[in-house]
């Protein structure tokens, strides 16, 4: 995203992305969001997965991307921003435990708010644990698409490294043997939530006449790190 630090005045703003088809802001002289965030000219601000500003800027004067480097060198601080971090080993990114708990402590199974959702439910499927009206949920449904009938899934995925995790689609037939089915299904629409969450909203959709009845649900595990 590109931002014309000119105070309210728009002139110049195709030159602020350079005439592409990305989003910019426009400062304005009651925001001055140039002074309020301390910014220098030309300073790309990376921000963590809580939005606290990585220091220092990466500034595009000092660093120019016309060199092939410079452009992997970006790459790497925004990769690093979004690396995937768990010290205390219970499956759940640090940043999701600060975010909402203020430390650590919390455990995978604990559910503090006694939505009857487990931390690790929550955090996988993009819920707040600090609130019981707001618990994730596998939905599924028949759909018509192009006059093709299907049977969808939709659920929620952690980015940024999948948050540690692996999401794999299974079916049972009994409800006690599961057997992956992912190969049957694909991937028909994502979308980013932008809702701080840091998940994705996935639709995969299988074709709807696969025998059946069938129970379906979503395993999640966490990778082997
Ligand atoms: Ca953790
Ligand atoms: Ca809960
Ligand atoms: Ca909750």
Redesign the pocket.
Known sequence: MGINWNLSNEAGNSLTTADRNIPWLQDTLESNVRRLWGVTYRDVVILDSLNRPINPPFNLTANDLSSAATRELLKKRLRDAARFVDSDDDGIGDDWEERFFGDLASGDAD?????????F??YALGSK?DS?ED?ARLAAEFVTIENDDLFSLRFRRRLGEAGGLNYEIQRSGNGEDWENVGDLFTLSRKTGTYDGSGTEEVVFVAPASSGGPFLFRVNITRLSR
């Open positions: 559910d503090p708010d006694l939505d009857e959702g487990s931390n439910f929550e644990p019981p618990l």
